[in-house]
């Protein structure tokens, strides 16, 4: 959503191939739907994005073939296009005090201005998938992860590479790698937790639950990138405050449990067995279900068969975890 000048709240929505603005307040609706025409093909939906700006919000829409325009999100007025730059990320640059674009031209990583699409900053490109952003200390880092065993920090002020490190192979299939940050090893340095996710889908649509001694998870130093530490773990959710410290817990799927666990101090804060080991757990849901101010969980629990895959999306079993009580409050079959 973003706010026109009058104040209206707009809704954006976008396809594959076009998008559409709706005023919520009386209905109306502007539509562009030949974004083809602009040499855009197949938005990828995922990526996009709103970045605000001084003069009102700007709507990024990035393509599949490495292609992305800015609009404006009210009248869907086409700000400008470039071919051939893929949008990684846009965040609000410390250095620079405003919101830039990141992208990946070829052989060149690229920060932009939205409002005109200058080059602000760039450096060599890094080989791998982008992971994301982070403030430490004053200072602005990206990270990126190349066929899931080697991990290059950058320093967003000097376009700079801190550290580049290889570890083991993540197990992998679909999806993207994700990372969690936290104080691990007394340094003061922010610790890195990566890890993939859990399970995936194959081309019949079944479920498939890989096996539990390969690496899910792998701990690096955020210092020089050294690696802590590898684990068989799934990282299910990594946003949990359950003793409103501030401190946030970690919800993990081991072969045989299920684990909330303090990277802060290492300590194990609930553990749940598992019926049947090798079951595959999906977190979908963490808010406070029964208003006691401590966020909840809802679990869902998918049986491994004889050939390691589960038939469809449906779990066998959902559980209900009380996060004050650190127990299960209620279970459906």
């Known amino acids: 959503t973003t706010v026109d000048g ?6 954006v929505i976008p396809s594959y191939y076009g998008v559409v603005s709706i005023v919520l307040d009386d209905g109306s609706m502007t539509c ?10 197949n938005l990828d939906i995922e990526r996009m994005g709103m970045i605000p700006s001084s003069t009102g919000d700007i709507l990024i829409l990035p393509d599949t073939r490495d292609n992305m325009a800015l609009f404006d999100p009210v009248t869907l007025e086409l700000i400008l296009v470039e071919y051939g730059y893929t949008y990684l990320d846009h965040f609000f640059h410390e250095k620079e005090n405003r919101e830039l674009i990141l992208c990946e031209n070829w052989d060149r990583l690229m920060l932009i201005d939205p409002q005109n699409g200058f080059i602000v900053e760039e450096c060599d490109a890094v080989d791998g998938r982008f992971l994301g952003n982070y403030i430490e200390g004053g200072n602005q880092f990206l990270l990126f992860v190349d066929e899931e065993r080697t991990v290059v920090k950058i320093e967003l002020t000097s376009m700079k590479v801190s550290w580049r490190t290889t570890f083991s192979q993540l197990s992998r ?6 990372f969690h940050l936290c104080y691990l090893n007394g340094d003061g340095i922010l610790d890195i937790i990566i890890y993939n996710e859990p399970g995936y889908y194959d081309w019949s649509g079944r479920l498939v639950n890989e096996d539990m001694d390969k690496v899910n998870t792998v701990i690096l130093d955020g210092a020089d990138g050294s690696p802590l530490g590898t684990e068989h773990w799934r990282v299910l ?3 949990l405050d359950t003793d409103l410290d501030t401190r946030e817990e970690i919800l993990i799927d081991t072969p045989d449990e299920v684990l909330i666990l303090d990277p802060w101090t290492g300590l194990i804060k609930m553990s749940i067995t598992k019926d049947h080991p090798e ?4 977190c979908p849901m963490v808010e406070d279900i029964n208003g006691d101010g401590v966020e909840d969980m809802v679990l869902y629990i ?9 038939w469809g999306d449906s779990p066998d079993r959902m559980n209900i975890i009380d996060g004050r009580l650190m127990e299960v409050s209620g279970s459906i079959e």
């Open 6 to 11: 009058d104040g209206n709240v707009i809704l």
């Open 32 to 41: 562009m739907n030949s974004l083809w025409q602009m040499g855009l093909h």
């Open 173 to 178: 299939k679909y999806g993207s790698p994700g």
């Open 237 to 239: 959710h990594t946003g």
């Open 279 to 282: 079951a595959l757990v999906k």
């Open 302 to 310: 998918y049986e491994k068969n004889l050939y390691g895959t589960q």
